[in-house]
């Protein structure tokens, strides 16, 4: 009893939870600036910038404005961090997964919009103008990705659930391992085009050059953070960069998850055997979904903000209700006449 | 017969109230009498109802009770009846529960009207009407039920006749409502013709297997009758009118009570009377209703600039949920869609007595004119935000939980079936529920954050009694939402399994046997499963949730996470004020109607043109009910 | 006979909806609503009516299978539905005085502060 | 060891925000060329915030006009402890070619404690990027002095 109680602690605050999304979720975003800056020719930051940035933040002063409600301006990024810490628990690790009898795909789709509502709510609690504002963009970029999340994971969905005869499959446990048997969904026809629009939607989910208009540093001090300092900035930077771990990883278990089934063939070739082949597994499930979520990052983030310039919010939201949405439509309904 | 047998409770829970809006009306005059009485009535409607949960929801039993104990003989229901099958009372529950929220709201939120006592006696007649018509057992008790409703509705909408618009909400409301109620009399007319008899018992023995043209007439007339009460579109502009001009306390019966009644009678109608779900076209017609009613009512929200008036639409589009969820004629859909509406009921009532919080403080709903009120009014704030994350399905608020099983159940009828229409239906409802937060942020933004306007520096926190009618309702939505097992076990499945079991249903009014021997056609009967695709344990996310965020918040804390610089007078200057581009601070409140210009903007299009045809007159609803009345039969016609 | 009435209870409630519609008065519209009333009265009146039937009032014993009356029924159903006709009107005609007041008009089209 | 680690990240990332207080816009171009590919900054941490809440160092170019000193001052004391502060160009360490002009309040000096000044007109990229490393060497020292 006492054993699975530290077990569950051990996935909250250590493996799949807090202490991997800090580290990898840093990670990924210094790999993600220092990318960006070789693709224009420079030099580029170290990348472990963002942990500098983020214990730099630590160590100053947090001011809270007069007209700010205390609690709410504390807590707020905390909630929306823990929210995402928690999401990242439902997203298994090809094999692994820490809590699969908890939350199916639509919950994630739900928990996706925790943080941008703690950050709104943070924000809003300021009582700052460009608060509002970037508010107010943050709110229609979270509306424009809805449509083409919503279309990727149902024909996900049904795709899975046509192949494995249960007619619908809503979990991503069972998604991934139909993938693991039977190859990724990335290899079918149908969902190409669902996996490009979920490739589009990374960027506008995590908030991203094109799509931060929501954050526009230069035209509205970044939005909602205009009045952030110290620790809560830091904590809301760390969660935007925890974001882009959720949204990679989700994409590798929608629609590669069957290099899971290529790893645990591997451990088997070894010869291994009980504790020792576990143990294997999981560590090469990990350093493999690290690689694909760089990789992913790299096409989906890092290169996107190389090649643009930031777009204006109403072009955002025409862009992923009528490109990315079409593209992940043509998926769904081949998915729905079984192709 | 024992008086405190539980075969008469049905009929206390009615009279209690229409007992309390008499006592009201002669010795109103007092005070504390008068709030007593109303207290005492609607409490003890709840209270027989709630007694009746043990034999009806567990046990499954139905109770008939004939007014004056005149039973039925000869296989004809002469006298009045009350049927109480799951389905009666899970609305019933819901319906006392609420109104004796609304209640202890009202004694301190009309504390300032004059024609106080009026005030409760209409409060009580609309309860009493509401309570009337999902208890009652006869087409005709439920016309006059709903008339009592409507009229009491009407007058209430009115009652604050100095408001803006109020009187011209009334009216409209009032010659519309109208409308419906003739063509439910109307129709149970033409069926009265048909069957002889007005027990909904025996006309659902009766009605399915003689359908003729006349029966499908009434039909319609009956369907647009109820519809009008549900304010499905191509009502709903009334809903918008009624419940902006209405008090707040009355907004939360109009919005979730009056609205159920409409439903009921659509279950009642088309489940029971009828047995007409089998059909394909049928379940099209209700399921398209509903989309359409969510998807275009929560548009028109997203473009209005009054609050109470924005939550109108949104009540009319969590209708439309319902209404598409019930329309599957699956055991799990009507299970989710009745969980919808015992939400809608508990989320929107909240989010009116907040509107309503804010009314009675400021002064004033209109949206670009508010701003800044959570530092003066924190609970109500925070009892909002509950209200909104409901509504706008965030986990784990009870919205999300029956929001989730409609999504489950509408996909899963689509595989089902292989029809593409209800996988659209999933989509619709899933992009309906992001509109609905984003118009709730834009509440949010507008009323509770932002700048404090000068004029309301004085605002205080509203008084105790309004806080706990909202504190009621906000815990019901966490519990519900956390519970959504328990939920559905104890409520939602036994009245899911209630719509399938016609026969029982008959047979228990009419004595047993009379189903089979009356009956022509073959009842509908089909497997009563509540098996879901997904998995969803609220509180268990919460849990992890907590974990995270202790674990979190220690880390902060630890590393002198909120140390702040101490204020003092010296560093006052500047340091504290929000940043302006380094200007002074002003007052500059972003918020109002147009805050989602960005989305807005891409569909300026639909948005004139639905601001065109929301015109405002009289006439063009009137001939919106006419033109909807005749599609109604016409289809009818064609597919029954 | 009866079909006339029939048909002059379908045209009342035609002609109440059109006023309804048409008519940009409110004192008229309060009208279509009572004709439309007075239509569905109509109705339930002639469905209830036997040809030949006596009215149906009997002392104890006198009735037996072979007597031959009008159904009671919607004469009743009838009774309720004017009482709740007049209601109706007198509860209208009140609003229309206040409207009057608050707008100086009594045209629809100029009554609509609420609109969108 | 948190706070020893706290003292490192903060001379690794500074991040900077600018005022413009009367300029002749040379400065600000030059200030915006230290973050192009040629001179890229950024590998030294530095990053254009765009609010005084989120910044370390405050660079003020131009002569403090009259309108523009209330707004300086304002924004940099709501500039979060530890802060540095740094005048780029001439203009507001002497008023330069518009010293005694009526409408200058100019030098900056005489109302806040400016860190490190970095003269020219305009200061070479080189400069800028020595001066503001010298910044960064001192808010590191200034994060050491706070408890």
């Known amino acids: 009893m006492i054993l699975e109680a530290v077990k569950y602690l051990a996935y909250v605050l250590i493996f799949p939870g807090f202490l991997f999304c800090f580290l990898t979720g840093l990670l990924l975003s210094g790999i993600d600036r220092k990318l960006v800056a070789r693709m224009q020719k420079r030099v580029g930051p170290p990348i472990l910038q963002p942990f500098y940035d983020f214990f730099k933040l630590c160590g100053k002063e947090t001011i809270i404005p007069a007209a700010a409600n205390r609690t709410v301006f504390l807590m707020a990024p905390l909630v929306g961090l823990a929210g995402l810490v928690v999401l990242q628990l439902f997203i298994p690790v090809f094999s692994f997964t820490a809590f699969s009898s908890v939350a199916d795909v639509i919950v994630i789709l739900y928990l996706l919009l925790i943080p941008a509502l703690s950050i709104m709510i943070g924000g809003g609690a300021t009582g700052s103008p460009y608060a509002g504002v970037g508010l107010s963009r943050e709110m229609v970029t979270v509306l424009s990705c809805e449509l083409p999340l919503v279309l990727v994971l149902l024909a996900v969905c049904k795709k899975v659930g046509a192949a494995t005869g249960t007619g619908l499959c809503f979990s991503l446990t069972e998604i991934v391992r139909y993938q693991m048997a039977n190859g990724s969904l990335l290899g079918k026809l149908s969902m190409i085009p669902a996996a490009v629009a979920f490739l589009m939607v990374i960027p506008g989910e995590t908030g991203s050059h094109p799509f931060d208009a929501a954050e526009a540093e230069t035209e509205i001090c970044e939005g909602m953070l205009a009045e952030y300092s110290g620790a809560p900035l830091g904590v809301y930077k760390l969660s935007h960069s925890v974001k882009i771990l959720s949204m990679t990883s989700l994409f590798v278990m929608l629609f590669l998850g069957g290099i899971g089934g290529g790893i645990q063939n591997l451990v088997l070739a070894l010869g291994l055997a009980g504790g020792a082949a576990g143990a294997l597994t999981i560590l090469l499930d990990v350093i493999v979904l690290f690689l694909l979520c760089v990789i992913l990052t790299a096409v989906a983030i890092s290169f996107v903000h190389a090649v643009t310039a930031r777009l204006k919010i109403e072009q955002i939201f025409k862009y992923y209700w009528t490109v990315v949405s079409a593209l992940a439509l043509v998926s769904l309904v081949l998915a729905w006449y079984g192709l | 017969m024992n008086m405190l047998s539980l075969q008469h409770f049905p009929i206390y829970s009615i009279m209690v109230l229409f007992l309390g809006a008499f006592l009201i009306v002669i010795f109103g005059q007092n005070k504390v009498f008068r709030h007593t009485v109303a207290l005492l009535a609607t409490f003890a409607s709840f209270f027989f109802m709630a007694m009746l949960f043990k034999p009806v929801m567990l046990e499954g039993q139905t109770i008939a009770y004939w007014l004056g104990n005149r039973v039925p003989a000869g296989g004809y229901a002469i006298g009045i009846a009350l049927e109480v099958d799951a389905l009666s009372l899970f609305f019933g529950l819901l319906v006392s529960c609420v109104v004796f929220v609304a209640c202890i709201y009202s004694i301190q939120y009309m504390s300032h009207d004059d024609n106080v006592p009026q005030y409760y006696t209409l409060f009580l007649m609309l309860a009493g009407g509401v309570m009337g018509l999902v208890l009652s057992g006869d087409l005709f008790n439920m016309f006059i039920m709903v008339e009592i409703l409507t009229f009491a509705a009407v007058a209430l909408t009115a009652f604050r006749n100095t408001a803006n618009g109020a009187l011209e909400a009334a009216f409209k409301y009032l010659v519309v409502g109208c409308i419906g109620s003739t063509c439910i009399l109307a129709g149970t007319i033409v069926l009265y013709a048909q069957v002889h008899t007005l027990n909904l018992a025996q006309m659902s023995a009766l009605i399915p297997g003689n359908l003729s043209s006349a029966t499908k007439l009434a039909f319609a007339l009956l369907f647009i009758g109820f519809c009008t009460k549900a304010f499905l579109v191509p009502f709903h502009p009334l809903a918008a009118d009624a419940h902006g001009a209405a008090p707040a306390s009355i907004s939360v019966l109009i919005s979730g009570v009056l609205t159920k009644s409409g439903i009921y009678g659509l279950i009642r109608l088309s489940y029971f009377l009828f047995q007409s779900m089998a059909l394909g076209t049928m379940q099209f017609w209700l399921v398209f209703l509903g989309s359409v009613s969510m998807f275009v009512c929560v548009t028109m929200a997203l473009a209005q600039h009054d609050f109470k008036r924005l939550l109108a639409f949104h009540s009319i589009s969590q209708i439309g949920y319902v209404l598409a969820s019930v329309g599957l004629c699956t055991a799990f859909g009507i299970s989710a869609g009745l969980y919808h509406a015992m939400n809608h009921t508990l989320f929107k009532g909240l989010l009116f007595l907040a509107a309503g919080a804010v009314l009675h403080e400021t002064g004033t709903t209109d949206l670009g004119k508010l701003g800044g009120l959570s530092k003066k009014m924190p609970h109500t704030t925070v009892l909002f935000l509950v209200g909104a994350f409901s509504i706008s399905g965030i986990p784990p608020f009870n919205g999300f939980a029956s929001k989730w099983m409609i999504y489950q159940a509408t996909y899963q009828r689509a595989v089902e079936t292989g029809n593409i229409g209800f996988l659209l239906v999933t989509i619709c409802a899933l992009v309906t529920s992001t509109l609905t937060l984003a118009s709730f942020v834009k509440v949010t933004q507008s009323v509770f954050f932002g700048q404090l306007p000068k004029e309301y520096e004085n605002v205080k926190e509203v008084p105790f009694g309004m806080r706990l009618a909202m504190g009621i309702l906000a815990a019901m939505c966490l519990v519900t939402g956390l519970l959504p097992n328990m939920v559905t076990r104890y409520l939602t499945e036994p009245a899911a399994r209630a719509v399938f079991s016609v026969v029982d249903y008959i047979n228990n009014m009419m004595g047993s046997g009379y189903a089979q021997s009356a009956m022509a056609a073959q009842p509908l009967n089909p497997d009563v499963s509540f098996a879901s695709a997904g998995v969803w344990s609220p509180v268990s996310w919460l849990c992890l949730l907590m974990i995270a965020l202790l674990a979190v918040t220690i880390v902060a804390i630890a590393g002198k996470y909120d140390r702040v610089s101490i204020k003092t007078p010296e560093n006052r200057s500047g340091k504290y004020d929000l940043f302006y581009g380094g200007e002074e601070t002003v007052y500059s409140q972003v918020g109002g109607d147009d805050l989602f210009w960005g989305f807005k903007h891409n569909w300026r299009h639909y948005f004139s043109f639905m601001h065109e045809l929301h015109s405002g007159v009289v006439n063009d609803y009137a001939l919106w009910a006419v033109v909807a009345l005749a599609l109604a039969i016409v289809y009818a016609l064609i597919v029954l | ?116 | 060891m948190f706070k020893k680690l706290i003292e490192e990240s903060t001379g690794k990332s500074p991040w900077l925000f600018h005022i413009n207080a009367g300029s002749c816009n040379g400065c600000d171009i030059e200030l915006v060329s230290v973050l192009t590919p040629r001179y890229d900054a950024e590998r030294l941490g530095f990053k254009l915030a765009g609010s005084p809440r989120h910044a370390d160092i405050v660079v003020v170019t131009g002569p403090i006009t009259a309108q523009s000193l209330p707004r300086v001052l304002r924004s940099i004391e709501q500039v979060p402890e530890p802060r540095c502060i740094v005048t780029m160009g001439s203009c507001p360490q002497s008023g330069n070619v518009f010293r005694g002009s009526y409408s200058i309040c100019g030098p900056l000096s005489k109302y806040v404690h400016v860190d490190v000044d970095v003269a020219g007109c305009t200061p070479k990229p080189e400069a800028v990027i020595d001066g503001l490393a010298l910044a960064t060497q001192i808010l590191q020292e200034k994060r050491r002095a706070m408890k």
């Not at chain 3, 569905?40 to 031959?68: C, D, Y």
């Not at chain 3, 919607?74 to 609003?95: E, F, K, R, Y």
């Not at chain 3, 008009?105 to 609420?114: G, H």
């Open chain 3, 1 to 116: 006979m009866i079909l006339l009435n029939y048909i002059a209870s379908f045209f009342l409630i035609v002609l109440g909806l059109y006023c309804i519609v048409v008519k940009y008065n409110l004192v008229k519209t309060v009208i279509g609503l009572s004709i439309m009333d007075y239509g569905v009265n109509l109705l339930i009146i002639t469905i209830g009516f036997n040809p030949g039937g006596t009215a149906p009032i009997f002392t104890w014993g006198e009735l037996h299978p072979e007597s031959f009356f009008v159904d009671p029924i919607p004469q009743a159903l009838t009774l309720t539905s004017i009482v709740i006709g007049a209601c109706v009107t007198a509860m209208s005609l009140a609003l229309v005085m206040k409207l009057e007041e608050q707008y100086n008009t009594i045209d629809t089209r100029e009554i609509r502060r609420l609109r969108g």
